[in-house]
């Protein structure tokens, strides 16, 4: 088997992961804390920025053509379009911000710790300015229901991501 399908088919694999750790929900006013920013987190910090990028889209595509791999089993256009859809959106930004600065700091653990908290604090942007257009909120409004409740659990599932990415990335890397 080649490198690129190899590579390919773990791509694959984070999209399922990403899917099944959505599915860890608590409902939580009108953003439910998930898996979904830790599993983002953790494909990040294992695949980097393109094959991340590749498992994030597969992963919001099938949750564009409806299958239910977003928070609570839902899918569909109607979920990314929806009140919660910037934050989905801003998964491709995460990923993309965490891999750029990990390919360009390889091996620095604070660098990989800020393109996670940047990538972050983006996705939260997209998702808090979302959140503000479609459900007529204020900005203030919007921070207190989709970013404030949750910095300190993102933070701490940023340290988890880097600590269990690094360690499946080094387990890789032994088992080639």
């Known amino acids: ?19 099944v750790l959505s599915q860890m929900t608590i409902p939580f006013g009108l953003v439910p ?20 990028l590749i498992s994030v889209g597969v992963y919001l595509l099938l949750g564009l053509i409806g299958l239910p791999v977003f ?7 109607a979920v990314l379009f929806g009140p919660t859809g910037g934050y989905l959106i801003g998964f491709i930004f995460l990923t993309l911000i965490a891999g750029l600065l990990m390919k360009l700091f390889p091996g620095n653990k604070v660098m990989e710790a800020v393109g996670l908290v940047l990538g972050t604090v983006v996705c939260y942007a997209f998702g808090t300015a979302w959140l503000c257009f479609q459900a007529h909120m204020s900005a203030a409004a919007g921070l207190a229901a989709g970013v404030i409740p949750y910095i300190p659990g993102d933070l701490v599932k940023i ?5 269990v990415g690094t360690a499946l990335r080094a387990a890789l890397k032994k088992a080639r």
């Open 33 to 52: 804390l998930t898996g979904q920013t830790f599993a983002i987190g953790l494909t990040a910090t294992f695949l980097g920025r393109k094959l991340g």
């Open 71 to 77: 928070s609570g089993m839902t899918g569909g256009i």
């Open 159 to 163: 340290v988890v991501a880097m600590i």
């Open 1 to 19: 088997m080649n490198r690129t399908l190899k590579e390919l088919i773990l791509a694959a694999e984070f999209a399922a992961i990403i899917s």
